[in-house]
């Protein structure tokens, strides 16, 4: 998801803990055309469901339909699932130029609860564009993923082993990752192969087709970058006007991505207590004592809940997706020396898709089922040891979290393909891809690796010199110059900088 919409529910909503991965064979076009020939029965949108999030009804000029996909897209007559849409149409229908699809990130995010929080920054879009979304597969009302019940979830969020300091508390973290993977098959084994990265830009070349569009035009953000390089990978031909926002680093594996994020984090981390006066060097070893002390006495709550280590650095990392939420941070810092840990709390609760009643969306489940599909990469705890000094080096706030999360997709029921995404587009029209210097999750490199990897002409990158993940709708440079191509064409210049 985009800084404005993280900001908006207060946290980011969709931490990378490690690379994303995936995709797959060489281009191909070959589409099922009794699906692709289907009419979408398009009504008033109901309130998002508890899977995709919750939240009230979007209100007037929003559609809902349900699109029928291919469970097994090598089995285009085989069996089917059904994909969740959300669309408004183009305010200005004499100028309207198509459909605009749109994809949040995550993987795991519901595009059919988020894009009409979003709405109100792509109103320019909208006048010309249908504004659309979706829940890809595995997500929300998209056949969503199922593995364990709120209670279970609930300890598994606020569990202490997050960040293991004894063999005993590494062998419960592995023993809870190896129950957490049985449960995912027990519930959801049917769809889980098929959860792809490249089976959702299959889906959206068949919503291309059943919206009428000959050309897909795109706005991906963070996880959705990669999933648009996918797309341009396997349809090239296809591809209209793409943006792709917050990049990921499509050249990583999950080891160097996950370095990346340590490092991205640390540095918003450090323009955060810049922000406040603070030594960056100093305020990181105090956050980082702080939080270790929860392992032996955590943060008390209005609620009646605890706030462990893990649940408090979830927190803290959800506050740095936008310098909006920064203050929250300030807040919750204040709050947690007095032993307090409501803010904290609220801020991980977002991020972790859990709201007031105790209900959990599937954002956890969807994002680790597409991740563990995709990659081909298995960690063991030897490995976790052998890495982990390189993490810790580069933040000894955040860099245990990600290494401890990279064992994440052993014994998955599912073989990933490969360790990286083949995102090379020859022949694609231009795509404007945008990395931002001071983004936590996707930093700003993997856009110009991006666009390398699309192909000379293909890939147009933009650099914008400001904090947070996401630019569209923070930076006024961007924002002008996305909707000029967007709107009216206009390719700018690759290498142009946004102040």
Same mark, same amino acid.
């Given at each position: ?52 999030? %919750? ?27 059904? /994909? ?16 605009? !699809?749109?994809?949040? %990130? ?37 056949? %969503? ?75 991906? +953000? ?5 999933? %648009?390089?996918?797309?341009?990978? !396997? ?12 990049? /990921? ?19 918003? !981390? ?99 089922? +597409? ?129």
């Amino acid at each position: 998801m985009s800084t404005h919409i993280r900001a908006s529910r207060l946290a980011a909503g969709a931490l990378a803990l490690l690379a994303l991965a995936g995709c797959g064979a060489g281009p191909q076009e070959q589409r099922p055309d009794g699906l692709a020939g289907q009419r979408l029965d398009w009504s008033d949108c109901k309130a998002p469901s508890v899977a995709q999030g %919750g939240g009230t009804p979007p209100g007037k000029g929003w559609e809902c339909a349900t699109m029928k996909a291919p469970l097994d897209h090598a089995k285009p007559d085989g069996e089917t699932i059904d /994909v969740a849409l959300i669309r408004k149409r183009a305010t200005d229908e004499d100028r309207r130029i198509g459909s605009l !699809l749109y994809n949040f %990130g995550g993987p795991g995010g519901s595009g059919v609860a988020t894009l009409p929080l979003a709405a109100a920054d792509y109103t320019k879009l909208n006048s010309r564009y249908d504004l659309v979304s979706f829940d890809p597969r595995g997500v929300g009302d998209s056949a %969503g993923v199922r593995c364990v019940d709120d209670r279970e979830m609930d300890e598994l969020t606020s569990a202490k082993e997050g960040v293991p300091d004894t063999s005993a508390e590494e062998r419960r973290l592995l023993a809870e990752q190896k129950e957490y993977v049985a449960a995912c098959e027990q519930h959801s084994g049917k769809v889980l192969p098929h959860l792809t990265t490249e089976n959702t830009a299959r889906d959206m070349d068949l919503m291309r087709q059943v919206l009428g569009d000959d050309k897909l035009h795109y706005f991906g +953000i963070s996880y959705g970058t990669e999933l %648009g390089g996918v797309y341009a990978h !396997l349809f090239p031909k296809k591809v209209g006007r793409a943006v792709l926002d917050a990049v /990921v680093d499509p050249s990583k594996g999950t080891v160097q991505s996950a370095i990346s994020q340590t490092r991205g984090f640390q540095h918003a !981390l450090d323009n955060y207590l810049k922000s406040t006066g603070k030594d960056p060097k100093q305020g990181t070893r105090e956050l980082a004592a702080l939080l270790e002390g929860l392992d032996t006495k955590p943060l008390s709550t209005l609620d009646g809940r605890e706030v462990t280590r893990n649940l408090a650095l979830t927190g803290v990392a959800s506050s740095l997706y936008s310098e909006e939420t920064w203050p929250y941070l300030s807040k919750a810092l204040l709050e947690a020396k007095a032993g307090k840990g409501d803010t904290l709390l609220l801020l991980a609760d977002v991020y972790n898709s859990r709201d007031p009643q105790g209900r959990y969306g599937n954002q956890q489940a969807a994002g680790a089922a +597409i991740r563990c599909a995709d990659s081909s990469e298995r960690f063991t705890l030897d490995d976790v040891k052998k890495q982990l000094p390189a993490y810790e080096k580069e933040s000894p706030v955040f860099g245990a979290l990600l290494a401890w999360g990279l064992p994440s997709c052993n014994g998955w029921p599912v073989t990933g393909e490969r360790a990286t995404p083949e995102v090379g587009a020859e022949g694609a029209a231009p795509m404007l891809v945008i990395g931002n210097t001071g983004d936590p999750a996707t930093p700003v490199e993997g856009a110009a690796r991006m666009s390398k990897a699309l192909g000379e002409g293909v890939g147009v990158t933009l650099t914008v010199n400001g904090e947070g993940h996401g630019t569209y709708g923070v930076n006024d440079c961007a924002t002008r110059t996305v909707n000029a191509y967007l709107l009216d064409g206009k390719v700018p210049s690759d290498g142009k900088t946004c102040a």
